[in-house]
């Protein structure tokens, strides 16, 4: 049975952009971050971090470093109550140094190369799920395969329709929810 999900950029969204974060232990959760993702979790709705990486392609990071900064992630949200259900990350770069990992490829945003392999993953229904980041690409992805974007806004202009602008995760969580189910707005 195809299901409603809701994916989340990683950066700005979840935690404090560090560019190109390197160090696990400078992982830091935004504010409200975990309440918002306990709602989602509440309701059965599986919580899905899609995330660029490029910082791989051009040699910063390699793999096993992302998996113990998305471990640290994991678990600091864990210890708050807050599930993730899946991380897909693409680790490519047109431009990378790292020549595994030089090129074009479906999986980098705005491509939905993540999020069809999160809907097959959780049997999800694409034109039922949400997108919440903060830049326009996160809306254009979620938006090519007939689901709805929330851009978390902090006062910048956008390239792209979005379905909402919310000032945070949690207001984005709210937004969700309601459209989900109109009945139960306040």
């Not at 959780?122 to 919440?132: A, H, P, R, S």
């Not at 979620?142 to 602008?165: A, P």
């Amino acid at each position: 049975m195809s299901k409603i999900g809701v994916f989340l950029d990683r950066d700005d969204t979840v935690i404090k952009d560090k560019v190109y974060l390197r160090d696990p232990g400078e992982v830091e959760i935004l504010p409200g971050v975990p309440g918002a993702i306990k709602q989602l979790n509440n309701k059965v709705i599986p919580v899905i971090i899609v995330s660029n990486q490029s910082g791989i392609a051009r040699g910063y990071l390699d793999e096993e470093r992302l998996a113990q900064i998305h471990d640290r992630l994991l678990s600091t949200l864990a210890r708050q109550g807050a599930t993730i259900d899946g991380v897909y990350y693409c680790p490519h770069h047109p431009e990378g140094v790292v020549e595994a990992y030089s090129r074009e490829c479906e999986c980098r945003k705005p491509s939905p190369g993540m999020l069809y392999k999160a809907a097959r993953d959780f049997g999800l229904d694409l034109g039922k799920c949400y997108m919440v980041g903060d830049k326009s690409i996160d809306v254009e992805t979620i938006h090519r395969v007939g689901g709805k974007g929330i851009i978390i806004g902090k006062g910048n202009s956008y390239s792209i329709i979005t379905e909402y602008i919310a000032k945070d995760l949690m207001d984005a969580v709210r937004w969700i929810l309601k459209d989900i189910d109109p009945s139960k707005a306040d």
